[in-house]
């Protein structure tokens, strides 16, 4: 067993080798034309053991039967009987066939011998075993099987106990007819499962590949978008509640989301590279502006007092406006690092704390409409409601200097970006569970792409860098923006080229809290 063991590992290794290098279709195949023919096998081996047992169950009946009654006939009158030409000739050959008759005497010794085929006396009789009266008693008068004496065929024997003596009678029949029905059946099945398995393995190819198609698509499908076309879908090849329907909808719902990925990351990176873009030309604006300022004062160009305290008023301007942008920066760069940070216990974020309290946006529309007088005071604006009713309370749990800045940003934006003595409107309100304050000027308007794009740092209506108009730097609304987010809130843009804009501002409603009306 030891020495076995080393040998059929190393057949196994060869065998199952290329069997796990073969395609799914083949192993696939493979294992069901394997069962097919162990479960045939198995089922021959069954039938042909029932049929056989069944026919030695029949050939045992008659023996028994017979040997019965001849155990009730005296030795002698059976043998005496069986010499004469009247008995021996047809008359046994009817009643026992090519069954053969032995009387043994109690140690065992052949008495006589009745053969009506006298298969019993030559080569092809029975290799009956010693009989003795001891040993035909151990058998109990049960049927057992012995080899013919050729060694060519089966014999069933029985021995039982004479009843007129010690001696004993054998009746013993050849077991040809069972084996050859056993052959012809087990031919038959052999014949019948090649056949079988040749016609099902056809079959099974067919049904084997048209089964697997669905998986070839996705293959095909995969090789696609690995070479680069992720707008590529798997088909739907397969009812949605089968394990290819699921499969496809589950691959298919992966793709959206990696095209999705791959998108929003270009979209990022081309963004992250205008922001670079902009953000290094901004900042070197005013730097180069106070370089050369400087420049010329170590060239000694500024000999006057006047000359040089009139280039400190523009350094300082352009350090102002450099820190300035640089806040805004950092500004929304914290707010970016807030939308990406998990809040703590009380729903805080670390990167820019809010200090949320109960407020009510009319004190900003208050402090709105005296930012537009200060900044142009001949310029008509107005208090309404979001529509342009009377103004209403709206409470909102916010941080007020926050709040404060996307006004003040609204209305530098609304100021800067309209024509002098355009009027401006000041909305504040509630509309359904959200607290209102909109801003909206009788301006130029914006088209559909300036609308898409307006909140984008660093995006200008006009496309130009130029600071002689006193255009910021883009990042305003991008700031409004984050600021109105970090807040559970939203903002809206409603404008049409020469209908002017109306910047919206929806923030959470706080039911329970109804403040003093302001002045």
């Known amino acids: 067993m030891t020495a076995v063991a080393p040998v059929v590992t190393r057949w196994w290794r060869r065998v199952s080798r290329p069997i796990a290098q073969a395609s799914l279709r083949t192993r696939v195949l493979l294992l069901a034309v394997s069962l097919l023919a162990v479960g045939l096998v198995a089922f021959s081996v069954v039938v042909n053991n029932a049929l056989r047992g069944y026919l030695v169950q029949r050939v045992d009946a ?18 005496d009987a069986a010499q004469t030409d009247r008995l021996g000739g047809g008359i046994l050959q009817g009643l ?9 005497t109690a140690s065992g010794t052949v008495e006589g011998v009745i053969s009506p085929t006298a298969s019993a006396q030559d080569a092809t009789g029975p290799e009956l075993p ?19 004496r050729d060694g060519q065929g089966q014999w069933r024997v029985i021995a039982l106990p004479s009843d007129e003596g010690p001696d004993s009678v054998v009746v013993s029949t050849p077991l ?73 909808a589950a691959l298919n719902g992966m793709l959206a989301q990696i095209e999705t990925a791959f998108a929003t990351r270009a979209e990022s990176e081309a963004r992250m590279g205008r922001f670079v873009a902009d953000a290094s030309h901004e900042l070197r604006t005013p730097l180069v502006g106070i370089k050369g300022f400087t420049d010329l004062y170590r060239m000694g ?18 350090a102002q406006r450099l820190a300035g942008l640089v806040e805004d920066m950092l500004l929304l760069a914290r707010l970016d690092e807030r939308s990406l940070s998990t809040p703590d216990d ?17 004190t900003l529309a208050a402090d ?52 002098e003595a355009t009027a401006i409107r000041i909305g504040v309100g509630t509309l359904g569970e ?71 501002v929806l923030l959470p409603h706080l039911a329970d809290h109804e403040p003093d009306t302001p002045e």
């Open 62 to 79: 008659q023996l028994t039967a017979s040997a019965e009654v001849l155990a009730r006939v005296p030795p002698a009158l059976a043998l």
């Open 96 to 104: 026992f066939g090519d069954r053969a008759v032995t009387y043994l």
């Open 130 to 148: 010693p009989l003795d009266a001891a040993e035909v008693a151990a058998h109990g008068q049960r049927p057992f099987t012995v080899a013919s």
């Open 176 to 248: 040809d007819q069972v084996n050859g029905t056993v052959d012809q059946m087990r031919t038959i099945s052999l014949a019948t499962g090649l056949a079988l398995l040749a016609v099902l393995a056809v079959v099974g190819f067919f049904a084997v590949r048209s089964g697997l198609r669905p998986l070839s698509r996705i293959e095909e499908s995969a090789a696609a978008i690995a070479d680069g076309d992720l707008s590529h879908r798997v088909p739907d090849l397969a009812a949605p509640g089968t394990e290819i329907g699921r499969l496809t």
């Open 301 to 318: 160009a500024l000999p006057k007092r006047a000359d040089v305290d009139r280039t400190m008023d523009h350094i300082a301007r352009e």
């Open 346 to 362: 009380q729903g805080r974020n670390g990167a820019l704390p809010l200090d949320l309290a109960p407020m009510d946006l009319r």
């Open 368 to 419: 709105a409409l005296h930012q537009v007088r200060a900044l142009d005071p001949s310029r008509p604006v107005e208090l309404t409601g979001p529509g342009g009713d009377a103004p209403t309370s709206a409470p909102a749990l916010a941080d007020e200097s926050r709040l404060r800045q996307v006004v003040t940003n609204l209305v530098g934006n609304a100021v800067a970006h309209t024509p």
């Open 434 to 504: 959200y607290s209102v304050l909109e801003v909206a000027d009788q301006g130029p308007g914006l088209t559909e792409e300036q609308g898409r794009r307006i909140f984008e740092r660093f995006y200008r209506t006009d496309g130009s860098r130029s600071r002689t108009s006193g255009v910021g730097a883009g990042l305003g609304l991008a700031i409004v923006q984050s600021l109105v987010t970090a807040h559970g809130g939203r903002v809206e843009l409603r404008s049409e080229p020469g209908a002017g804009a109306t910047f919206r």
